[in-house]
């Protein structure tokens, strides 16, 4: 089933899997990509929960009525407007939510928020907001990344990058989705739009560490894009000390890289949040 969600960014599209009743859990995907990145662990999630996928607007199936109005803080009220519509529309009041990297920024300000109480727990999968803000970085985020003319030409290699060793179907069609972002302007501009949000000054989080929810955070140890070993490192400290962290052998996304070794953490933290410890990755 499909719900299409209006916002002042665009059209969202949200699909909904699995059988009402059940749990729920939201997964937010990262910049570039849109919901079917997580088609590799779809069938185990939804198996177990009532799943809803995001596509952020301008990607997948969503509309992007000002792709260049796309940043980070418009996304927290884009998600916001979602968690509204599943409790109107679905019965949804209480969720888990999966994000990973700019979906696992405002799968936290989603924690943070007026949405607090809805959200159960977090899965969070080297997300963003925990990068150390420097002007090196912000010239980066708005100067390379944020300017189509120059993104255009790197968002392949640094997908080809990020996605590792492109050993899944799912990653394969990712990239593949990846190598078409050049060629299509308004989605090019989201994109870029994304990147410059995170150099503004009311980018980051409020105050991570006085989360009171289960958290799980997962960070692949060969993400070229928030390192494990600084931005992991900050973002361990940043959380609370019941965070539950992982570090597995993968790159920027690892349910498409390794969805067995995700989905080994993943599926018994959602089924029990506050009892999961961490498990050594194989």
Sequence with gaps: MRLTVPTPLGDIAVRAHGEPGTSAVLLLHANPGDGRDFDAVLPALADRHRTFVVDW??????TASEPGRVTPERLVDVAERVLDVLAAEQGVRRIAVVGNSVGGYVACRLAEGRHARAVTALALVDPAGFTRLSPLTRWFCREV???????????????????????????????????????????????????RGFAEPGFGLRDPGALRIPVLLLWGSRDPVVPALLDGRRARRALPAHTVSVVLPTAHEPYNER?????????????NPAGVGAVRPR
């Design 259 to 271: 969805p067995d070794l995700f989905l080994r953490h993943t599926l018994p933290f959602l089924k």
């Design 145 to 195: 990344m944020g300017r189509p003319a120059r993104a255009r030409r790197l968002v392949v290699p640094l997908a080809r990058l990020y996605l590792g060793e492109l050993r899944t179907p799912s990653a394969r069609a990712t990239y593949r989705r990846a190598r078409q972002l050049p060629g299509n302007t308004a989605r090019l501009e989201a994109h870029c739009a994304i990147w």
């Design 57 to 62: 607007p301008g990607f997948g199936d969503s």
